[in-house]
């Protein structure tokens, strides 16, 4: 056998031993997992199993204390990410790493610019990506701006820059927490044209199914060690719950109903221009006003958003990701002006601070945790008190009461399962899914009137995920309203009590969550599906 031979049936990847210590925490333990190349191997765990540690340490953004690593037979040792790409390795992160004011290929060859005497080859560069487009099924247009694309496209973006690169062993992680089915179909297309042409993918997930029907090898972690490769085909959804976190796969359904007659939260004509903030004119009804702003043609980052929440209901709103949810939490949140008028169990909001309406009984768990939830370099406790700093038990007279604060905190993590040293831990120590599960403890303890859940359990695992869910549903049958904006489909129709559908700022359809199927639910949000019914 030749060496050619002999190097092409080498693993594309082996870890072999990998530890991995911070202070107080053993993120890694002797973990060993084998990668065979042209394969889709998935790598699935609950959160503070260690993948993400395991996956940084494969893309030399952080050093094994013990154990090596091997690139098709060769034993490599990564100092920087630039030392992994130049081993023909590249990662997909969670969160897409764009510049929404840059093309598509201006993003594609950041960092990486062909030149041509000098100057950018952009002609050069359009041609190369084109041509790995084509080959791998991932459509693009290199002229448009990313800021113009959907969720589906930018993913896209994302693979062929790691592609334009060089790689050959792809690592993707969480790619499905943003996309609707046919999206996901999409991509799995993509992985499976991948893999024919010979690239392997290492593929982190939380959704069970999802891996069962893409990869070809499955590596359980927990608690930071390897504890089984298995068969995709040989293993059931419920079995690697099993596996992962000794429990099975959680369900959100969620079928009595305990919707009242009291309206909670009322939104009435919200509408948020593109182009910024202008007060109507006087005279004229806000009504007049956007639809003259409709026959200029103007944008509308929200159009005519209208809906009630009783109490006792979980509202959600299904769309995707850039058609007006993060503009709609916005505006009941009082962070972006906005015409049109929210009221709270009967009281006008649309003058307040966001202040006032977190004190008058809003509560807010936020689509990003790090950037909106927390304050990574801050101690539990005092990630308890934010938001909340006005009210007991995080203020006494004028002054924040450290003791009251932390035996609260120290409260939330016994009721709420927050996995931690103590209240004293920096909230940038904790898993995901232990700082979603603070977050949500720390609502939940403001005793709200209405709770916006913005992606509740975005990259979560199966038990924090169970854990999340049973609180909404406990403070829904308490009388909580909820409005509930999420990319998982599964989780909108098992937990919401009204289906709305937001499209390019509009709610287009109202749905029955008992019988619609996330693949109809999906052809309304991608516009596919239009609907005559009354919204």
């Known amino acids: 056998m030749n060496a050619d031979t002999v190097a092409a049936v080498q693993p594309a990847v082996e870890l072999e ?10 993120a890694n333990h002797d973990i060993r997992i084998t990668v065979e190349p042209g394969t889709v191997h998935a790598i699935v765990g609950e959160n503070g199993a260690g993948k993400s540690t395991l996956m940084k340490i494969l893309y030399g953004m952080q050093k094994p204390d013990e154990g090596t690593i091997k690139v098709n037979g060769e034993e490599v040792a990564f100092r920087t990410p630039s030392d992994a790409i130049a081993s023909g390795i590249g990662m997909v992160h969670q969160h897409f790493m764009l ?9 594609i060859v950041l960092g990486a610019e062909p030149k041509k005497v000098g100057m950018l080859d952009a002609a050069g560069a359009r041609a ?14 290199p002229d448009r701006l990313v800021e113009d694309l959907g969720v589906g496209d930018r993913q896209r973006v994302e693979i ?27 991509l799995f297309d993509n992985l499976r044209e991948l893999k024919a042409e ?94 003259k702003l ?77 950037r909106q939830g927390l304050l990574l370099e801050a101690s539990l406790w005092e990630n308890r008190v934010l938001g ?48 979603q599960k603070l977050i949500v403890g720390r609502e939940m303890s403001g005793e709200p009137k209405f709770l916006i859940a913005a992606h509740p359990t975005r990259g979560v695992d199966v038990g924090a995920q169970a854990a999340i869910w049973d609180h909404l549903r406990h403070a829904r049958a308490a009388g909580l309203a909820v409005l509930l904006i999420s990319a998982d489909l599964d989780e909108l129709i098992g ?15 109202r749905l029955d969550p008992s019988d619609v199927t996330p693949e109809r639910l999906g052809g309304y949000m991608t516009g596919a599906i239009t609907s005559t019914e009354e919204t």
Do not use: C
């Open 198 to 291: 010979g690239l392997t993918v290492i593929f982190i997930s939380h959704k069970l199914d999802e891996v069962l029907n893409i990869a070809d090898a499955i590596t359980v972690i927990r608690r930071g060690t390897t504890v089984a490769s298995v068969d995709p085909g040989q293993v059931t959804a419920r079995q690697l719950a099993e596996l992962m976190v000794g429990s099975e796969l959680p369900t959100p359904e969620t079928r009595e109903s305990t919707v009242t007659e009291d309206v909670a939260l009322t939104v009435s004509g919200l509408t948020m221009e593109a182009d910024g903030f202008r007060p109507v004119p006087k005279g004229t009804s806000v009504a007049l006003y956007v639809e």
């Open 495 to 509: 937990l919401s009590d009204t289906l709305r559908v937001i499209y390019r700022g509009r709610l287009v359809a």
């Open 388 to 435: 909340h700093q006005t009210r007991p038990p995080a203020r006494s007279g004028i002054w924040i009461n450290r003791r009251a604060s932390r035996a609260d905190t120290e409260r939330i993590i016994k009721d709420y399962d927050v996995r931690t040293p103590g209240v004293d831990t920096l909230a940038l120590a904790l898993s995901g899914g232990n700082q």
């Open 160 to 186: 062929l820059k790691v592609l334009y690169r060089g790689a050959r062993i792809l690592i993707l992680d969480e790619p499905t927490a943003v996309l609707v089915p046919q999206e996901v179909d999409e």
């Open 99 to 107: 510049a929404d004011n840059f093309t598509v290929l201006e993003n």
């Open 294 to 370: 409709r026959e200029e043609g103007r944008r509308l980052l929200l159009d005519d958003v209208s809906f009630e929440i009783r109490k006792g209901e979980i509202l959600g709103i299904a769309g995707v990701e850039g058609n007006g949810q993060s503009e709609l939490i916005e505006a009941i949140m009082g962070l972006r002006p906005v015409h049109g008028d929210i009221t709270l169990d009967g009281a006008d909001l649309s003058a307040w601070s966001t202040l006032k309406r977190r004190e008058s009984g809003i509560g807010y768990i936020p689509e990003d945790r790090h």
């Open 17 to 26: 031993g990998i530890t991995k210590r911070f202070p107080g925490v053993v």
């Open 128 to 141: 190369r990506i084109t041509e790995l487009a084509a080959r791998h099924g991932l459509r693009v247009d």
